[in-house]
């Protein structure tokens, strides 16, 4: 018989066949429209919008009574404030009248708040007697008191395609409205183990024989991860038995994986019929263990000759095969939960008496990783869904936890720290950036740190004066910016100080009382648009998309820097 034992001629380290295997494969296969609750660890094929604000209307965020602030100033235990209890909301109900004047309406904590309240006295600050409630506190305009669209507004991008949907992605999609999400389908594999000495475990052991090992832990690992698979009866080390295996299963599946059959000994037939078959890319990888490893393409789909050693199949299946396979599903393999050691990049608020669970995003900077604190309420879902990890903050802990500090960061299990966090100023047009957060402010303290970051910054913000050195470099946008509403206005939309916006609306809005903190121009759109806020600064084209007439249109120049972990910056391409 003739010898036909290849050697390898030369090993492909794995990253580079990895790379020759996805140019010839699609990324993301069939599309297919799925229910909420069965798109879990799928990816998004397309970008999904809110169909709703979350919230919708102002709820309570402590159990207690909706009051008019103004009514109760003053108030304390030994001059408490006395007020007429005319009505009680429980969460679900609707109110059935507005506050006309210094009333209370008892509400849970959820429920939606009145007409005409704007602000909610915690229950414990407070006593009910005879349909009168004593109030023993005063409250702030807007204390206690969820706004419409602080978490997600109506139309903005809940998720961006290729992101891959987690378990808080999926509930703040459903907090969004959505219950209908287009994702890529899974491949679905075959298994096929190949090998004259294999049998069955439960079979008795023959002589010279050894249990099947590889399909069984192939097939657990598939469907961990979500993929349909499929264990194929042991095929022996014969050519037609494996190319008939292998056809049989490419009829109904998307990528095969043998096991066994790809060294170079003249029993060793898988690297063979894929090559008669199909189109052999690999042979051989530069790896330990794991190196009789074949990659091919037969009809346009997956073909992997996986090494019979268990411990080689194993390694070869985490380092190559399952970043494939997540390249058929249209992205990328989840990251496993772990802890990363990490710089703050801005102060933390602890809570006196209460460990606090601060949510972070995470990303590489000078120091190793940084990690930038997401504002966010227990309500906010979406907000929530967007961080990387969360630290903890002991309950002995009262001041300021100071940037600066190393904390150590417990990762989501989809955290990727290896990409750039989009942070400053909110603008159009900046192809990383759907949502930047934290304003000038935040990107400054980001520049600073020299964090792998999109920044965009004012230079009419104070912290720009802190990092304006450094951005020589970056490039140069401009953002149309709307002023809608009254000039003199009682209650306005309020941005974060940490952008710029609130020096905008403070040099053209003027007389104001109160102020309603926004989050977003979506937001401040939002409170314009239904009667929660007289006046307010956003971007023009959200001004537009919810029907509101600008007053003025200004101008104003960003700086954008692409930031390196090892600092410094550089134009944007």
Known sequence: MRDRRRL??????????????????????????????????????????????????????????????????????????????????????????????????????????????????????????????????????????????????????????????????????????????????????????????????????????????????????????????????????????????LRSCLESHDAVLFTGGTSAGPMDVVYRVIESEGELLVHGLKLKPGKPTALGIVDGKLVVGLPGNPVSALNVYNVVVRELLWHLAGGSPPGGPGEVSAKLVAPVAAVKGRRLYQPVRVARCESGFCAVPVPFESYMIVTYSRSDGYIIVPEDVHEMVPEGEEVSVRLFETSSVDRSICVGEEAENIRECSEAIGGTALAARALSHGVRAVAILSPRHPAFSIVEGRVSDCNRVKRRLAIVGSKEPTVVAMPSPSSSLRYLLLENISGYKNAVPTRSSLMTALLLRNGYAEAGILLETHAKKFGLEPREVIEEELYVCRVSPGGGSSQPS
């Open 8 to 245: 390898f001629p030369s090993l492909t380290p794995p990253e580079e066949a990895v790379k020759i295997v996805k140019e010839r494969l699609p990324r993301g296969l069939r599309r297919v429209a799925r229910s909420l609750e069965n798109v879990v660890w799928h990816v998004a094929a397309s970008r999904v919008e809110a169909r709703v604000s979350y919230p919708a209307e102002p709820r309570a965020t402590a159990d207690g009574y909706a009051v008019r602030y103004e009514c109760v100033a003053g108030a304390h235990e030994a001059n408490p404030v006395r007020l007429p209890i005319v009505e009680r909301v429980r969460v679900g109900e609707v109110p059935t009248r507005s506050l006309e004047g210094c009333e209370a309406v008892e509400v849970d904590t959820g429920a939606t708040i009145p007409r005409g309240a704007n602000a909610v006295v915690p229950i414990e600050y407070t006593r009910e007697v005879a349909g009168v409630v004593e109030v023993y506190r005063s409250v702030g305009f807007g204390e206690n008191i969820a706004w419409p669209g602080s978490d997600i507004v109506e139309g903005e991008t809940v998720v961006e395609p290729g992101t891959l949907l987690t378990p808080q992605l999926v509930g703040a999609l459903a907090a969004a409205g959505v219950d209908i999400v287009e994702v890529f389908d899974k491949p679905r594999v075959c298994i096929i183990p190949t090998g004259v000495e294999l049998i069955p475990p439960g079979e008795e052991l023959k002589p010279g024989h050894v249990y099947e090992v590889n399909s069984y832990v192939l097939y657990s690992l598939l469907r961990r991860e979500g993929f349909p698979a499929t264990r194929h009866d042991i095929v022996p080390d014969d050519e037609d038995a494996a190319r008939k295996a």
